[in-house]
């Protein structure tokens, strides 16, 4: 007998619920001391497909004095939570801190990383992919050191990359709260800081700015010359588990793809829009960079796609068109430069995708296009139409695509509620989004009902994305926090190398874990009863990559969404 619950907790105004997977009839909430601070009832929801429980559900929203509980019901009782009106800094510090520890390269200080320090890792020049590779050839290497690990993996993928900043930097174009977070890395200088009015040598990128710059001048040595970029720089197969210094294995430049390439241009534009207020200079090589790629892209009207050459074993981040990516591309470019070619492009594209993901429904095929939600709505490593969107949201102008625009995302909010309506957690899933990575199927969910919830408000949004956090922090019946360091009962063995030989208890704090995942699609998951209910495909196992990995693209769009809770929760 169980009772679930966000194990961090809650603003003093927030909605607060809790659910029980039995009938507890009635619970207290109590304080430090054990005293009594709300009584209540539970209500019966009944079963429900993702849970395979039947739960009864809490509602103690009235207490809004700020202290650390626990609900108590019998001799149930609840891991401890929050209710404080900054409740969710210190997640927020971490979830952000994460990008930091996940730098490659001559990047960490011992400083700053603390006992999670490494050696500097993956220095030596990349040569471009060819099986036939004589060691001893030094022509063709290429310098692309830098950037943020991917993931459990030490792969650097540009797609991945490209998206996991955009969550980022469209986070702050959303909402510019974020530029306040510090969470404790190395200042980096730039030329002059127009938000705090400060100039000259002095003034420093706001923290969040100086991590995503370590990406962003990773992916700008992953461009080639006439625009193209690499879709992956990697060892030929994943490192065994050892920390990155220990990982001398040759690397690798896989073949430049226009996914890599429309990403490329967008996510420069975009950050154009973001580092111009601090340093001209450096925007402008960036906005110059987006140039260069959308040219290519423009040579090159035919897809180059992308898929892993034999004897190569690491991720291929394949994708089953490139439209997405060159609507998210023309996006990004019109809201930077204003020039209506690109707007031009953007309609043509978002025809075009229409038109494959029409045909891909039609025939039972989806590819890696998400079966559900259009595609003007998608923000995941694939499918990046939605990113395009949020570009053209910004823009704030009145045509025919931005209505369309708006009409999507507002349909898949009200999709969205609908589901939250049919479990007793609220929560807006559906069974086969518990997929590889459902953590972040969730995110991208609440990314959609906070932006739409901005554009279009409706009073039943922000219940789901609340209900959403509360499920990613423990509000689940595996009683589990999805962040690690955040929680009574986080999860503690990511599949995440440095963690898994660090010979450190704990692995450091903020990772988003992929979460529960029906496909149960590695060889210690396989063992799990294939019988379990969706939300219970879980198991907290290092070996675990499909259930328990951690990417930089799992965490960014909780920076997103979180940004937006902060921003409204006080
Ligand atoms: O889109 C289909 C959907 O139509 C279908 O109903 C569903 C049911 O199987 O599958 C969906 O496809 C899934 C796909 O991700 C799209 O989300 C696949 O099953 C699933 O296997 C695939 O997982 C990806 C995994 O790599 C394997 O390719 C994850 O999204 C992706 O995050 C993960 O990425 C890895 C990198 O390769 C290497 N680095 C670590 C990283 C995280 O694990
Ligand atoms: O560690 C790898 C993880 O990052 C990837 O997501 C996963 C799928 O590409 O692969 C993991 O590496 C495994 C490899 O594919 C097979 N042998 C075991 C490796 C994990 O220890
Ligand atoms: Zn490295």
Redesign the pocket.
């Given at each position: 007998m169980k009772v679930y619950l966000n194990q961090v907790g809650f603003y003093p105004e927030d909605d607060k619920r809790a659910v029980f997977d039995h009938d507890a009839k009635e619970y207290d909430v109590v304080d430090e001391k054990g005293n009594s601070v709300f009584h209540g009832s539970v209500s019966h929801f009944g079963t429900d497909e993702i849970s395979g429980d039947d739960t009864y559900t809490a509602d103690f929203s009235a207490l809004k004095t700020e202290g650390k509980y626990r609900i108590k019901s019998g001799d149930v009782i609840s891991s401890a939570f929050t209710v404080s009106s900054n409740v969710y800094d210190k997640l927020m510090k971490d979830i952000c801190k994460c990008f930091y520890y996940l730098r490659c390269g001559d990047a960490l200080d011992k400083e700053y990383a603390g006992v999670y320090y490494h050696e500097p890792c993956h220095m030596t020049k990349a040569a471009i992919y060819n099986p036939d590779f004589d060691p001893g050839d030094e022509k063709d290497m290429i310098d692309v050191s830098g950037g943020w690990h991917?993931?459990?993996?030490f792969?650097r993928?540009s797609t991945a990359g490209a998206v996991a900043l955009a969550h980022l930097l469209y986070g702050i174009r959303f909402f510019d709260n974020l530029l306040d977070v510090e969470f404790d890395i190395p200042k980096v200088k730039c030329e002059r800081n127009d938000r705090n009015q400060s100039s000259g040598k002095d003034a420093t990128l706001p923290d969040i700015l100086a991590e995503a710059k370590v990406e962003l001048d990773f992916l700008l040595k992953m461009q080639r010359e006439d625009g193209g970029v690499w879709h992956k720089v990697t060892t030929q197969y994943h490192a065994p588990f050892q920390m990155p210094e220990d990982d001398h294995g040759q690397l690798f430049l896989y073949n430049v793809s226009s996914m890599a390439t429309a990403d490329m241009a967008a996510i420069c534009a975009l950050a154009y829009t973001v580092y111009v207020n601090y340093d001209k200079i450096y925007a402008d090589r960036l906005l110059a960079a987006a140039h260069r790629s959308y040219e290519w892209l423009n040579n090159n009207q035919d897809s180059v796609l992308f898929s892993n050459p034999a004897n190569s074993g690491?991720?291929?981040?394949t994708e089953a068109e490139d439209i997405s990516n060159r609507y998210w591309a023309a996006a990004s470019m019109y809201e930077t430069t204003g020039d209506k070619k690109y707007l031009e492009d953007a309609s043509k594209y978002k025809a075009e995708l229409e038109d494959f993901d029409k045909k891909a429904k039609n025939s039972g095929n989806?590819?890696?296009?998400?079966?559900k939600a259009g595609c003007l709505v998608g923000m995941?490593?694939?499918e990046v139409g939605g990113l395009g969107s949020l570009s053209l949201l910004l823009k704030k102008e009145d045509n025919e695509l931005t209505s369309d625009i708006r009409k999507a995302f507002c349909e898949e909010a009200d999709r969205l509620c609908k589901s939250a309506a049919k479990n007793g957690f609220m929560l807006c899933m559906d069974k086969?989004d518990f997929?590889?990575?459902s953590n972040m199927e969730l995110l991208k969910y609440l990314m959609i009902l906070t932006v739409t919830d901005k554009t279009d408000p409706d009073p039943k949004y922000k219940p789901v994305i609340r209900a959403g956090i509360d499920y990613l922090l423990g509000c689940n019946s595996m009683d589990t926090s999805y962040v690690t360091g955040n929680g009574d009962k986080a999860y503690k063995h990511p599949h995440l190398r440095p963690t898994a030989t660090d010979g450190i208890d704990e692995p450091w704090p903020g990772l988003v874990s992929?979460g529960p995942n029906r496909?149960l699609?590695d060889e210690r998951a396989s063992k799990l009863p294939k019988d379990l209910p969706p939300m219970k495909c879980y198991l907290d196992h290092e070996d675990c990559?499909s259930l328990n990995?951690i990417?930089i693209y799992w965490n960014s769009p909780l920076v997103f969404v979180l940004a937006g809770i902060m921003n409204g929760g006080r």
């Open positions: 991917d993931a459990g993996d792969g993928y690491t991720g291929d981040y989806h590819g890696y296009i998400s079966a995941g490593w694939a086969d997929i590889w990575g992929g496909g699609q990559y990995e990417t």
